[in-house]
């Protein structure tokens, strides 16, 4: 039966480098976007997952940093299911097999965490495809968890709304088993697991549920410090993430990732760990 799966799943990804590399050349913005979603859902089908969407208000329509707690690598598919975006990711996905091409086509931005000047780069890029009204998703725990704790964020990829104006807005992640509702560690991508472990592992679990909470669109106040900003995120998220699993480890009240003297903003102060 887990052969039969991983084939499935395989066929599905080379039928996605095939539309991506013969079709999506010829498409619309909207029409990649279609495709983008609805490929996305069946990776879940295939998958044993079911999206739930819980949206406690509207995402705007254009322009907008969106903040997610990340738990695995088919983070990326279940937000794309729900609304197809571009992503913030490490520069070391471009080269996973199928999976990072399959990135490149679908515009995400790539961060060398070790590069200094590369992270004043994408600061900038950043700043332009908001004001350009592009929605981008970034995990600002800088890793990935279990899915039953919340890591501090970390603010410097803020820097680019607070720089524009435009709005962050919460997202939520929680996966459940389906017949029991209660967290699962299935999808968990942490550790010294390998991507090929981690695909053996969703597809052996029981069917499961991917809840997605989206809060609502949070605007930064004038001369606002991009950490005071990513407190008021990193709250948001980790109310819906007690919503989902009343238990669930919070950051302690004011912390948010840790300093790095390694990275110098424009304004000179230093700002947190690229850890994307």
Known sequence: MLLIKKLRLGLHLARGLLVALLIFPFLSEAAKHRRIRLWSQKLLRLCGMRLEVEQHAPLPESGVMLLCNHVSWIDIFAINAWRPVRFVAKAEIRHWPLVGWLCVQTRTIFL?????????????????????????????????????????????????????????????????????????????????????????????????????????????????HRRAFALGAQKAVGEALQAFLPEAVLPANGSVGSRDAAFDDEAGDSAEAVRI
């Open 112 to 224: 060398q965490r070790e590069r200094r000047a590369d992270a004043r780069r994408i600061m900038h890029y950043l700043s332009d495809c908001l004001r350009d009204g592009d929605i981008i998703t970034v995990f600002p725990e800088g890793t990935t968890t279990d899915g039953r704790s919340l890591l501090p964020f970390h603010a410097n990829l803020l820097q680019a709304p607070v720089t524009t104006g435009k709005p962050v807005q919460p997202l939520c992640l929680f996966y459940a088993d389906e017949a029991s509702g209660r967290h699962t560690m299935a999808p968990a991508y942490i550790g010294e697991t390998s991507l090929i472990e981690s695909i053996d592992m969703i597809l052996r679990a029981p069917p499961m549920t991917v809840r997605l909470s989206v809060g609502a669109p949070q605007y930064p106040q004038e001369g606002q």
